[in-house]
C-alpha cells in the first residue's frame, strides 16, 4: 500500500490535506464509524458509505452497549479483554454521556457455584454481600445475598453513542457520509484505502464468516430503577438487564447459530423475560416496548480480524463485542494503512506478508 502524507491533527476541526490519504468506509455501523473516525484522526480525507437511510443500523441498533472486557473474560479469549480495555477508553473520551457506574454479575441462591465459576475465570471484580448489593442497588436490596462488582466498566445507549460519533465525524472531521449507496468509487476519485465493514454481508469474500443471531427486548418500568447492567447467570444463555433511563431497560441477549434475521422465538422471549423477573419481580408488570433480533458476523473462533487483500482492508467477525472491540479494532485497521503496522493477534495469514 503506498505511503501517502499524514496530515498532522488533532480530534479537532481540522480540514484533511489536500494531498491526504483518501479512505472508503463501507457499512455505518460500529465497526465503520470506529473506523472512518479512526482515519480521520491520522488526517485522512474519508467517505463512508452506508447502503441504508441512517448509521448505526443492522446489529449496532439492537446491541447491548455494555462495555465490560472483564465480564466478557469469563467466556471469551483474553484478546477480547485486551481490546475491551482500550475501547473502553475511547467511548468515555469519544461520545458523551458513558455512565461510569460499574456492572454487577448475580445469581439466585441455587446458582451459587455458577458464580463462583464466573469468578473463577476472570478478575477485576469485588465480592459484594447483600448490604453491599443494597447500597450499589437499593431496588434490588435482600434479593441476593452475594454477587460480582466490577468497578471500572461501563456502559453506553448504543443508538445515541453512534448518532453522536455520526456527528462528530460530519462536523469535527469533514467525514463525508453517503447514505443509500453501495460501496463502489462510483464517480468520485479512486480511494487509496478500502476499509470493509458490512459485516455478514462479506461472505461473498470471507467465506468463513457465519451468522450468530441475537435477540433482545426493551421492558419499560417506573417499579424498579438500576443504576448500572446487570448480569443474571442463567442455565442456557448469558442474560443482561441493561438501564437505558427514564425507566426503560434493555433485555439481552441470545446467541443462536443460525443466520434468521428479525424472526424472534417464544422461547427465547420467555428465558429473556424469566430472567428479568427473577431479578425483580417488577419486570413482570413491565410494558413490552420494543422487541428485536438481528444476526451478528463471526469467525469460527469468535475473534475478530483484520485481514488485507490490496488495498482493501476487511474488519469484521465482532461477534457479540461490537461496542468492545471496534474502536480498537479500528485504530489497528489505520496503522495498517498509515504504517504497516501488523497486528498479529488480530490478523490471520495476512501478517506474514508484511
Given amino acids: 500500500m503506498a505511503s501517502l502524507q499524514q496530515s498532522t491533527t488533532d480530534d479537532g476541526a481540522a480540514a484533511p490535506a489536500a ?108 465480592w459484594a454481600d447483600g448490604g453491599r448489593l443494597a447500597a450499589l442497588e437499593p431496588d434490588l436490596g435482600g434479593r441476593f445475598d452475594q454477587g460480582l462488582f466490577f468497578p471500572t466498566e461501563a456502559h453506553l445507549e448504543p443508538r445515541k453513542a453512534l448518532a453522536a460519533l455520526t456527528r462528530k465525524l460530519v462536523d469535527e472531521h469533514q467525514v463525508t457520509i453517503r447514505y443509500e449507496a453501495d460501496g463502489l468509487d462510483d464517480g468520485e476519485a479512486p480511494a487509496d484505502v478500502i476499509v470493509d465493514c458490512r459485516g455478514l454481508a462479506a461472505r461473498d469474500v470471507l467465506a468463513d464468516l457465519r451468522g450468530v443471531k441475537g435477540e433482545m427486548l426493551v421492558l419499560y418500568s417506573r417499579e424498579i430503577a438500576l443504576a448500572r447492567p446487570v448480569r443474571m447467570l442463567h442455565p442456557r444463555i448469558p442474560v443482561y438487564i441493561v438501564p437505558r433511563g427514564d425507566g426503560h431497560f434493555m433485555i439481552g441477549a441470545t446467541s443462536i447459530e443460525n443466520d434468521e434475521r428479525g424472526r424472534v422465538t417464544g422461547r427465547s422471549m420467555l428465558e429473556l423475560l424469566g430472567a428479568a423477573y427473577a431479578l425483580h419481580p417488577a419486570f413482570g408488570e413491565a410494558e413490552i416496548v420494543e422487541i428485536g433480533a438481528d444476526v451478528r458476523p463471526a469467525f469460527p473462533d469468535n475473534i475478530p480480524r483484520l485481514r488485507r487483500r490490496g488495498r482493501t482492508i476487511y474488519l469484521n467477525g465482532l461477534y457479540r463485542h461490537g461496542f468492545l472491540a471496534a474502536p480498537a479494532l479500528a485504530r489497528r485497521a489505520a496503522a495498517l494503512a498509515f504504517d504497516g503496522t501488523a497486528c498479529p493477534e488480530v490478523m490471520d495469514e495476512d501478517h506474514r506478508e508484511w
Avoid at 479512526?38 to 443500523?57: D, H, K, N, S
Fill in 19 to 126: 494531498n491526504a490519504m483518501r479512505v472508503r468506509i463501507i457499512g455505518g455501523g460500529v465497526a465503520g464509524l470506529t473506523s472512518a473516525h479512526a482515519f480521520a484522526r491520522r488526517g485522512a480525507r474519508v467517505t463512508l458509505v452506508e447502503r441504508r437511510a441512517a448509521t448505526g443500523q443492522g446489529c449496532s441498533w439492537y446491541a447491548g452497549g455494555m462495555l465490560a472486557p472483564w465480564c466478557e473474560r469469563e467466556s471469551a479469549e483474553p484478546i477480547i479483554a485486551e481490546l475491551g480495555l482500550e475501547s473502553l477508553e475511547y467511548w468515555r473520551s469519544a461520545v458523551p454521556d458513558v455512565p461510569n457506574e460499574g456492572s454487577l454479575v448475580l445469581a439466585p441462591p441455587r446458582d451459587l457455584p455458577d458464580l463462583k465459576r464466573f469468578a473463577r475465570r476472570t478478575s477485576g471484580f469485588e
